[in-house]
């Protein structure tokens, strides 16, 4: 698999210059405007092979955190710019709302929904009756389990993503006290979306072994996935739980370390070192936002992971064009991973951990977070 996946790096690359041609106008924060309304049903245009390429629907959860915003913004731009036709809307309201909003995109004529789901576990229906009428089905970033209606995933390797996390954890402490031992507190994302357990499961697979081996302490003994959990990706979630761990297992000390699943839920946790007036551990992140981008050049947070958006993007929407000209797919992982039901191919792209070291190299062709590290 490993190899696969080299393979389809190079072809990743040759799309990555093609997507920063592309997006080269736009800058890739903020919201840009609204979904459009649901009306899919105009016609189809015709692909660059001579086939009919039918209108793709995009169905993404809420922006909890700024890869989300950019999706939106990169679907609509890339949809225009492979001469598709596409509509892209975000389940701000939740589950029922993603429900409905598949409903309304099936029933409008998309040949392909790409489906960012906020519960990977509960649009079972909805893409049956997909399915039912010919629909391909993507996933997008997080799987869609417990139904074999899925034809293909996209995403940044999540284990991957764990296992890099676990690593710089492990770097920056020994770059802070040598030898150790060290204290360090466990936050997860939210249990609903399928990538938690992923990027939980990858950094304990680094963790585990020098906790077992006495060199890291979990003080408060919270070392469990459903206990290191934050409900629904928020930040004043892991808030709170960073205050209660601070107040009850930290007086007159503090951690060393915190593994922070992502960007967002990393800001929410230093807050809260700053709040007890301590001062901030190695802590890592996710996604590189802006303002992480920042903390890493300015020392306040050890590593983030790089997981360029325009690239998963872009691939989601070839996949989606591709699939309808060929009826089939090239993925570089095509036995793929196993969603609780099926083996769903997958196309796997190599998130990259960034600290300050690397930052200006890492980041040096994205045109908002590269000025970040002069
Ligand atoms: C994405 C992460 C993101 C998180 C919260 C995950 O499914 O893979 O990039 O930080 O959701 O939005």
């Known amino acids: 698999m490993k190899n696969l996946r080299k393979t389809g790096l190079l072809a990743l690359l040759a799309t990555l210059v093609m997507v920063l041609a592309a997006c080269s106008g736009g800058g890739r924060s903020g919201d840009s405007g609204s979904s459009s309304g649901a009306d899919v049903s105009e016609g189809a245009s015709t692909a660059a092979g001579g086939g009919e390429v039918g ?84 996933a997008y970033d997080r799987m869609l389990t417990n139904t074999d209606a899925v034809d293909y995933y996209v995403a940044f390797d999540a284990f991957k993503v764990g296992e890099l996390q676990g690593k710089s954890l492990l770097e920056g402490l020994e770059a802070k006290k040598p030898g150790g031992p060290w204290t360090v507190e466990i936050f997860a994302g939210s249990p609903d979306d399928a990538n938690s357990l992923q990027f939980f499961n990858g950094a304990m697979s680094v963790l585990d072994p020098e906790i077992e081996a006495g060199k890291i302490e979990v003080k408060s003994g919270q070392r469990t996935f459903e206990q290191a959990a934050t409900q629904g990706w928020k930040g004043e979630n892991a808030q709170k739980r960073m205050d209660t761990l601070l107040s009850g297992f930290y007086s007159g000390s503090q951690p060393d370390g915190v593994l922070s699943p992502n960007d967002n839920l990393a800001q929410y946790i230093l807050q809260s070192f700053t709040s007890a007036g301590k001062t901030g551990p190695v802590i890592t992140g996710q996604d590189s936002e802006e303002n992480a981008v920042k903390r890493l050049m300015d020392g306040s947070q050890y590593s983030s992971i790089y997981k360029d958006t325009r690239l998963l993007v872009n691939e989601a929407v070839k996949m989606a064009k591709e699939i309808q000209e060929k009826g089939t797919l090239d993925v570089n992982d095509p036995e793929g991973i196993d969603n609780g039901t099926k083996m769903v191919p997958t196309q796997a792209l190599e998130p990259i951990i960034t600290t300050k070291d690397n930052a200006a190299e890492v980041y040096k062709d994205d045109p908002v977070l590269a000025p970040l590290t002069q």
Do not use: C
């Not at 915003?69 to 809307?89: D, P, S, W």
């Not at 099936?106 to 509960?122: F, N």
């Open 55 to 138: 209108k793709i629907g995009v169905s993404l959860p809420q922006k909890t955190s700024e890869n989300w915003v950019r999706a939106e913004q990169y679907f609509n731009e890339a949809i225009k710019e492979m001469g598709l036709e596409g509509t892209v809307l975000f389940a701000n309201g939740g589950v029922t709302e993603q429900q409905n909003q598949l409903d309304t995109l099936i029933s409008g004529g998309a040949k392909v929904i790409v489906v960012g789901a906020i519960d990977g576990s509960q649009l079972g229906g909805q893409l049956k009756s997909a399915h039912d009428q010919g629909i391909k089905v993507i």
